[in-house]
């Protein structure tokens, strides 16, 4: 029986997130052609984000572990652990005064609809591709310069070993915060590996707790960057979670 209502909650989550697509969907795409409208295209972008999180009964505690503060006029690179589809929807919610663009998988635009509107708002990589992967940087650049932050979930995915807490960084958030003087804020989510797992037969909604641990000015080691941000969200795993 939970199972069965599992795959009923997922198939909601299914017409939900068609229904605010097709309504949000056609002024976001619009909005993203040009650079002075596309901070109104993340108002529709952060109301569908908004939508899909409650409208799975999902909600979110925010913990300060940081006497810093977000400035709404500084561009960040925003990093979190990544664990379920919803992490995706936290840094809309938790960012209302910044313009965001995502660092995704190309996979995702195979989706009807969806995947129209994701390439116009979201920099692709193939990370079967070491090209792809490289020219993010460049394409990261572009979106910068329009003034938008960057979130980039810096564990690449989701590991597929459930058992991992934290798997290991990639390099692209930090080479990109190092190379454009660009402050990271650092996140950690939890909660949802449990709540929301790719497996379509488990979850339940809850509340998430969200840790705002840092904000990382950069520096010229990626390295050193990385290794902080790392040993900062695993510390927040191992100690709260």
């Known amino acids: 029986m939970v199972k069965i209502l599992n795959y009923l909650w997922r198939?909601?989550?299914?017409?939900l997130a068609f229904v605010l697509t097709i309504i949000l969907g056609l002024p976001v795409y619009l909005l993203s052609?040009?650079?002075?409208?596309?901070?109104?295209?993340?108002?529709?972008?952060?109301?569908?984000?908004?939508?899909?999180?409650?409208?799975?009964?999902?909600?979110?505690?925010?913990?300060?572990?940081?006497?810093?503060k977000i400035d709404k006029n500084?561009?960040?690179?925003?990093?979190?652990?990544?664990?379920?589809?919803m992490d995706i929807m936290l840094p809309c919610i938790l960012f209302p005064n910044h313009p965001l663009c995502y660092v995704g998988k190309k996979e995702l635009m195979k989706i009807p609809i969806f995947g129209t509107i994701y390439k116009r708002i979201c920099v692709m990589v193939d990370r079967s591709s070491p090209?792809?992967?490289?020219?993010?940087?460049?394409?990261?650049a572009e979106k910068m310069e329009e003034g938008n932050s960057i979130v980039i979930f810096p564990e690449g995915g989701v590991p597929d070993d459930?058992?991992?807490?934290?798997?290991?960084?990639?390099?692209?958030?930090?080479?990109?915060?190092?190379?454009?003087?660009?402050?990271?804020?650092?996140?950690?989510?939890?909660?949802?590996?449990?709540?929301?797992?790719?497996?379509?037969?488990?979850?339940?909604?809850?509340?998430?707790?969200?840790?705002?641990?840092?904000?990382?000015e950069p520096n010229d080691s990626p390295k050193d960057l990385k290794q902080s941000a790392f040993e900062?969200?695993?510390?927040?795993?191992?100690?709260?979670?």
């Not at 198939?11 to 017409?15: A, G, N, P």
């Open 162 to 216: 459930t058992s991992v807490v934290l798997d290991d960084f990639k390099d692209g958030a930090f080479t990109l915060a190092s190379k454009h003087q660009s402050p990271i804020a650092v996140f950690t989510f939890i909660g949802l590996k449990e709540m929301f797992p790719f497996d379509n037969s488990k979850g339940y909604p809850g509340k998430v707790k969200v840790y705002f641990n840092d904000i990382l």
């Open 131 to 140: 090209r792809s992967r490289a020219d993010v940087y460049r394409r990261c």
């Open 232 to 241: 900062t969200i695993k510390k927040t795993l191992t100690e709260h979670g």
């Open 33 to 68: 052609f040009k650079k002075k409208t596309y901070k109104y295209a993340c108002i529709f972008i952060r109301i569908w984000c908004y939508g899909v999180f409650y409208g799975m009964g999902l909600r979110y505690e925010l913990t300060n572990l940081t006497d810093k």
């Open 11 to 15: 198939f909601w989550l299914i017409i």
């Open 74 to 85: 500084t561009q960040y690179v925003v990093i979190s652990n990544h664990t379920s589809i």
